[in-house]
């Protein structure tokens, strides 16, 4: 509905009410309502999933047509990285949000400061995801709220071009709502509980939601020893469980994002049941580490397989878990990723121990064998020391080539000493192609950083106590935020108007007319940084 549709429906809804409605004006509602265009997070769920279905057509289409996300850990900071996305490309296409099951436990858990083991309360998920949205639509209410003030402005100057456009602007608004990648980790509990997480989930606006295959109450951080995965039919259950919620809620374009942590773990909690030779089970079965036995070599309490008249005793641990075949990772992933496709994903997530683009294009051209269009989110994870894994390859690259590397020690390459030498500018140059590479290589549709915010968080605040704490004193906050604020042009450096006082001066008008007592007056120190 445009803008104007929106007074023409107000006035007709006003004059039907005759006199108790005679002081609400049409024009402010509608205003209000075109401001706040999302009225619960199932309409953000379906509308976003209709994006990110959109785009995965286009990156099919077109492998240069990838997306991208960073990890937010509050609503504020997903707000402003909106904000900015709008302000330096116009536009969010093909730019998302993603929700760090990590960020969750290690800042905005009661319990405080916790490791990523699915530790945290699981409300906690979907109250970040409802609390990106708010942010969202209020950077959108206060966008609009200035083209209405702009168009005032235009219409008691007469301008009527300048209204126009404003108009039409209004008409045409895109949103700071995006997709958001959720984290539902390995699903807080068995299927039923995965199920019930996720409804909470897309209720609160999620369209996109990643599940990992370990277990539950064994769950570790991707780039962390000790993961423990489960049998296929288990995970596939928590994979059916995600689809039933999109469904019943209406959703029915919702993203399944399934991840594997197979290439990085050993063990399994469970050997995978097995009724025909060659099914699911038994190819789980298949990568266990094993030695044949007889019956007589058997010792009380046991555990043995038969496999093609063989009995077969896999190698289980003081912890009661079994341990998988050294070298098997890659196989198991693959493995996982097909069967996850054929069972109800959309989107496959590899986590592996290093940005290697023919490491992962290895394991996803297996995959597309099978599955033509098949479709990765990688993890561009601040666990990866991108420094001095590029410089390592680009070493690796160099001496396989038969290039002179004997200026170069490989295993010290973070060193300060390598930044200007060629080997350290063409790794530079490798890092700032890897997202277009590994989308044209290895299928990558969409690209995330997992943890930006809170390492730019601990980054800033960082220097800004060396500086204020320091000799620089109060210069070391304006030289440094503030001034950089003003001349870079961050609308937080009106933090009254970024907090809503604007908005909540425009709703004092609407409901107090010339008695509204409102903050934007001549004596707001905001003025000084119009």
Not at 67 to 72: H, R
Not at 207 to 235: M, R, W, Y
Not at 455 to 466: I, R, V
Request: charged share 25%; glycine share 8%; with cysteine.
């Amino acid at each position: 509905m445009s803008y104007q549709d929106h007074i023409i429906q107000m006035s007709q809804l006003i004059d039907s009410k005759k006199g108790p409605w005679a002081a609400i004006d049409a024009e402010s509602v509608a205003r209000m309502r075109v401001q706040n265009r999302f009225k619960t997070g199932l309409e953000i769920a379906r509308y976003t999933a209709s994006i990110m279905r959109k785009d995965m057509a286009a990156y099919d289409a077109d492998s240069s047509q990838y997306t991208q996300s960073l990890g937010c850990w509050h609503g504020f900071i997903g707000q402003q990285k909106l904000i900015s996305i709008k302000k330096h490309f116009g536009n969010t296409d093909r730019r998302y949000l993603y929700l760090s099951g990590w960020m969750v436990a290690a800042l905005r858990s009661e319990f405080g400061p916790l490791p990523d083991q699915s530790m945290h309360e699981k409300t906690s998920v979907p109250a970040l995801i409802e609390e990106l949205y708010t942010f969202l639509r209020q950077a959108d209410a206060r966008e609009l709220g200035g083209m209405f003030r702009d168009l005032d402005a235009a219409r008691a100057a007469g301008d009527k071009a300048k209204e126009k456009a404003i108009l039409d602007a209004v008409d045409n608004y895109q949103t700071h709502v995006v997709p958001v990648i959720a984290d539902i980790d390995a699903g807080f509990g068995n299927a039923e509980a995965t199920y019930l997480l996720a409804k909470k989930m897309i209720e609160a606006g999620a369209c996109a939601l990643q599940i990992e295959n370990q277990v539950s109450d064994e769950k570790q951080c991707g780039h962390q020893d000790g993961k423990v995965t489960v049998p296929h039919e288990d995970f596939l259950q928590k994979v059916r469980a995600c689809r039933y919620a999109f469904l019943e809620l209406g959703v029915e374009d919702g993203v399944i994002v399934t991840r594997t942590d197979s290439l990085g773990a050993g063990l399994t909690k469970q050997i995978a049941v097995s009724t025909t030779p060659g099914d699911l089970g038994d190819q789980y079965n298949s990568f266990l580490d094993c030695e044949e036995v007889s019956p007589a070599d058997m010792k009380n309490g046991d555990v043995v397989l038969n496999r093609n008249g063989k009995l077969l005793r896999p190698k289980r641990l003081p912890s009661n878990l079994f341990q998988f075949r050294e070298g098997t990772g890659e196989d198991r992933c693959v493995l996982d990723s097909i069967t996850s496709l054929q069972n109800g994903a959309d989107l496959l997530w590899i986590e592996t121990e290093k940005p290697h683009v023919e490491q992962i294009a290895g394991m996803m051209d297996r995959v597309r064998a099978v599955i033509p269009n098949a479709k990765l989110v990688y993890n561009n994870s601040p666990s990866f020391n991108w420094t001095l894994n590029f410089r390592q390859q680009v070493f690796d690259a160099y001496k396989a080539a038969g290039k002179d590397v004997s200026a170069y020690d490989r295993e010290k390459l973070m060193s300060v000493d390598y930044d200007t030498t060629e080997l350290a500018i063409e790794a530079d140059e490798r890092i700032r192609t890897f997202q277009a590479d590994g989308a044209k290589r290895a299928g990558i549709f969409h690209h995330l950083i997992t943890l930006p915010t809170y390492h730019t968080a601990a980054l800033s605040t960082d220097n800004l106590a060396k500086e204020y704490f320091g000799s620089q004193g109060m210069l070391g906050y304006v030289k440094n935020v503030q001034r950089k604020e003003i001349r870079e042009g961050i609308a937080c450096v009106k933090h009254q108007n970024m907090s809503g006082s604007d908005i909540g001066d425009d709703h004092k008008e609407y409901f107090a007319g010339e008695a509204a007592l409102k903050a934007g007056g001549v004596h707001n120190t905001m003025g000084q940084f119009a």
